[in-house]
């Protein structure tokens, strides 16, 4: 058997920033949020259980689908359904994949390495029942309970997006405290967790595929941070657009200096216009455009 070359290896672990840069460049950089929360299931007409939530999903996969870059599924608006649940997020997924649609799954999962390495077999393999392009973890096991769970989504052609500035305001005074010993004493937490996000893209040609999330409306928090979101060069997942309150000025502000690598999500701002699909698809549009020309109008700064 011919071992892989180096050059086979990188390309497989880039496989997913690839991919996502690919289709970012022909959709624009949205991401739809696909959260089938209580009220808009009860807005739109449906029962709130997993048949509402899986008809909902699927509506909004028809809506978006060729206008945004990748849809993101947020599994606690399935898992509250139990078992029944997460069959609905299964045949989402697969209906999703079937379209050619790049999957996130918002999971936010964190712990021991010996305990997270078993969302490899849920998320990663092609024979995986909730089989996603990429999931989202959070990272405050350390560095080292990543790395295990990263090489797998890598070694799969699968991507991962660490949590290290979220939208949530109530997360600052964690993600901006100081160290006080390792690698990174005096920095941030954040400043930290970024920079060991980092290392999995270096020697990558192009993007990467090991992501940060970084809120779309702190940009003195990411000030506060140190962390310099122009110098990352794997995908950003960017929360907070819309229903949070972040606008196309924040998008501008935060990202200054990036080159096309932010992912914006927007979910009820979206959601909120249905069930119809015509009224659906034009909101994704205004929405992505919106979004559009705020990251390019922060490239041209750049150029």
């Known amino acids: 058997m011919v071992s892989p070359t180096y050059e086979e290896i990188q390309a497989q672990r880039s496989d997913f920033g690839l ?3 690919n289709s970012m460049a022909k959709y624009g950089p949205l991401c739809v949020g696909i959260d089938p929360h209580r009220k808009l299931l009860t807005d739109w007409g449906y029962q709130v259980n997993s048949e509402g939530a899986e008809l909902f999903s699927m509506r909004m996969l028809q ?3 060729g206008r945004a870059a990748a849809v993101k599924f947020q599994t606690s608006m399935f898992e509250r359904y139990g078992s029944k649940g997460f069959e609905a997020l299964e045949r989402v997924l697969y209906v999703a994949r079937q379209m050619g ?3 996130i799954v918002d ?3 964190g712990g021991l390495a010996s305990t997270i390495s078993a969302l490899a077999d849920a998320y990663f393999k092609a024979n995986s029942p909730l089989l996603a392009d990429a999931i989202t973890l959070l990272p405050y096991y350390g560095a080292r309970s990543m790395s295990g769970l990263i090489n797998e989504a890598l070694n799969n052609g699968r991507g991962i997006f660490v949590a290290s500035l979220t939208s949530n305001q109530e997360g600052a005074s964690l993600q901006t405290a ?3 010993s390792g690698e990174f004493a005096g920095k941030t937490v954040a400043y930290g967790i970024t920079n060991n996000v980092q290392r999995f893209n270096e020697n990558i ?3 990467g595929s090991v992501g940060l999330i970084i809120g779309a409306s702190g940009e003195q928090w990411v000030r ?3 962390v310099n979101p122009a110098e990352f060069t794997g995908p950003i997942l960017a929360p907070g657009y819309g229903w949070q309150g972040a606008n196309a000025q924040d998008l501008r502000s935060v990202f200054r200096g990036t080159h096309g690598n932010v992912l914006v999500t927007a979910s009820r701002v979206i959601a909120s216009h249905g069930p119809e699909i015509a009224q659906l698809s034009k909101a994704t549009e205004e929405v992505a455009l919106d979004i559009r020309e705020a990251l ?4 041209d700064e750049g150029e």
Do not use: E, P, W
């Open 101 to 103: 649609v790049i999957t």
């Open 224 to 226: 506060d941070s140190g």
């Open 178 to 180: 100081i160290r006080q």
């Open 19 to 21: 991919r996502l840069a």
């Open 296 to 299: 390019k109008s922060v490239m």
């Open 63 to 65: 809506a978006t689908k």
């Open 107 to 109: 999971c936010m999962h």
């Open 205 to 207: 040609n192009g993007m």
